[in-house]
């Protein structure tokens, strides 16, 4: 059973087991940010909460984002994503949203920035009203899927350094995993903590995690989750 916290006068965040997502409200649209991994009463959820007209976007289409899909005829997403959400058997229209792309709310924008890495179309979304980045599962300090199809490690680097590049512009980050807000200085961590992984600098313990060999990094602040060859 999802839970429903509200964060301020018009943004919630939806608590989905060990993921979350959010439903914010500007002037004349609302927006949920990605839909869950129980839920596919997603939408249901958010007109609960408003009465807005009410749109999708989704950060990626790993399962535990996309559970509530299926009740939105058409959705924004990064169509670098299309093959990971069709794979997963995901329907509906895609309105593909890029790098610098704005999504108005009515007095409130969702900045689109490209995060690709995790998949290869993650997105984050700065809100600018508020100086929030919705992190998708780039930024967090729970356990960060690097293993896999469809992930590459290089590049997620290079991607937490870009999302950097905006960091004057907000005060918190709201991920979908982990504990939330974190704070901007995560990212540096996290970058030094997968570049560590990446030259072969950290010890990974072997764990099986949904039928996958793969290696579990601990950090102070993030678990990475990686290939047996990688950095090797
Ligand atoms: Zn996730």
């Not at 670098?80 to 229209?93: H, K, L, M, P």
């Not at 990212?187 to 990974?204: D, N, S, T």
């Amino acid at each position: 059973m999802a839970e429903v916290v509200r964060i301020n006068q018009d943004t919630w965040r939806i608590e989905d087991g060990n993921v979350r997502f959010y439903l914010l409200c500007g002037a004349e649209r609302a927006a949920l940010v990605d839909s869950g991994r129980d839920t596919p009463d997603a939408r249901q959820i958010a007109e609960g909460l408003t009465d807005l007209p009410l749109l999708l976007i989704n950060t990626h289409a790993d399962m535990d984002h996309i559970s509530g899909n299926g009740a939105f005829d058409e959705f924004y997403m990064s169509p670098a994503e299309e093959e990971n959400y069709r794979s997963r058997g995901g329907s509906g229209t895609i309105l593909p949203v890029r790098e610098g792309d704005r999504i108005d709310l009515g007095g409130r924008v969702l900045r689109v920035i490209d995060q690709p890495g995790h998949t290869p179309g993650s997105i984050a979304l700065l809100d600018e009203r508020d100086r929030v980045l919705i992190s998708g599962d780039s930024v967090q300090n729970g356990r960060i899927f690097l293993f896999g199809r469809f992930r590459n490690v290089p590049l997620y680097i290079e991607s937490l350094k870009h999302v950097l590049e905006y960091a004057g512009e907000f005060d918190e980050i709201y991920a979908m995993h982990g504990s939330v807000p974190v704070g901007p200085e995560l990212i540096p961590k996290l970058i030094e903590g997968a570049g560590r992984i990446l030259r072969g600098e950290a010890e990974g313990e072997r764990v099986n995690v949904f039928g996958n060999e793969v290696l579990l990094y601990r950090f102070p602040y993030a678990e990475f989750l990686c290939e047996l060859t990688l950095g090797k």
